[in-house]
Nanobody, 125 residues
Framework: HVQLVESGGGSVQAGGSLRLSCPAS????????MGWFRQAPGKEREGVAA???????RYADSVKGRFTVSKDNAKNTLYLQMNSLKPEDTAMYHC????????????????????WGQGTQVTVS
């Protein structure tokens, strides 16, 4: 059973930091693309950060220099370190895995992810 469960969200003041975690179970492993996406009320879901099986990362322009995506392959866990948070970062954050792409190398895509977590709320005031 493939499963993603996010944690680490919360309420912080502008300028603060949070670290999101997403342990993966089932048929998700180090070769898959994994990513973080967010959706604010009334807005479309957007890609925030993604990492390929070879470690190549990709970021939305709005978070470059502030957010860092990483993966602990031994723990099969995806992380998102968020620094210098802004009110516009407020959203529900979801992690996702692209399991249909068996080997993910190079710049990871923003689309095609087929396994999603329930999300963790991040609120910046």
């Amino acid at each position: 059973h493939v499963q993603l469960v996010e944690s680490g969200g919360g309420s912080v003041q502008a300028g603060g930091s949070l670290r999101l975690s997403c342990p993966a179970s089932g048929f998700i492993n180090s070769v898959n693309c994994m990513g973080w996406f967010r959706q604010a009320p009334g807005k479309e879901r957007e890609g925030v950060a993604a990492i390929a099986g070879d470690g190549i990362t990709r970021y939305a322009d709005s978070v470059k220099g502030r957010f860092t995506v990483s993966k602990d392959n031994a723990k099969n866990t995806l992380y998102l370190q968020m620094n210098s948070l802004k009110p516009e970062d407020t959203a529900m954050y979801h992690c996702a895995a692209y399991t249909r792409l068996r080997l993910c190398r190079g710049v990871p895509p923003w689309s095609g992810y087929d396994v999603w977590g329930q999300g963790t709320q991040v609120t910046v005031s």
